[in-house]
């Protein structure tokens, strides 16, 4: 069973930074045949997709809300994926998942829906304040 565990998230101050890990483990799992994604939830609001990259590293998409200011990568030397947040906003304040799924496809049109991931981290909590 695929294992994915978050870490990075904090406390920020408005226009600051952080950076999200996701680390993966699991017996006979090969972190390259899976897409990763980044989910956030806020209290009150429906789990909703951030960003997501393909098996390769090669596809990447984005929420609009996001776009310019977070970069996915992953490194499929160290089964980890990486959440680059920049010019952080009140609004993102979130608990933030990171979640995966195994596929081949090489385009990522279909990896910001929560329900086509399955596996999930328990997540980390990233505030935005002053």
């Known amino acids: 069973q695929l294992q994915l565990v978050e870490s990075g998230g904090g406390l920020v101050q408005p226009g600051g930074s952080l950076r999200l890990s996701c680390a993966t483990s699991?017996?006979?799992?090969?972190?390259?045949?899976?897409?990763v994604g980044w989910f956030r939830q806020a209290p009150g609001k429906e789990r909703e997709g951030v960003a997501c990259i393909s098996f390769s590293g090669r596809s990447t998409n984005y929420a609009d809300s996001v776009k310019g200011r977070f970069t996915i990568t992953r490194d499929n030397v160290k089964n980890t994926a990486y959440l680059h947040m920049n010019s952080l906003k009140p609004e993102d304040t979130a608990t933030y998942y990171c979640?995966?799924?195994?596929?081949?496809?090489?385009?990522?049109?279909?990896?910001?829906?929560?329900?086509?991931?399955?596996?999930w981290g328990k997540g980390t909590l990233v505030t935005v304040s002053s």
């Open positions: 699991g017996s006979g799992f090969l972190f390259d045949d899976y897409a």
């Open positions: 979640a995966a799924a195994p596929n081949a496809r090489s385009d990522t049109d279909w990896c910001l829906r929560p329900i086509a991931m399955d596996s």
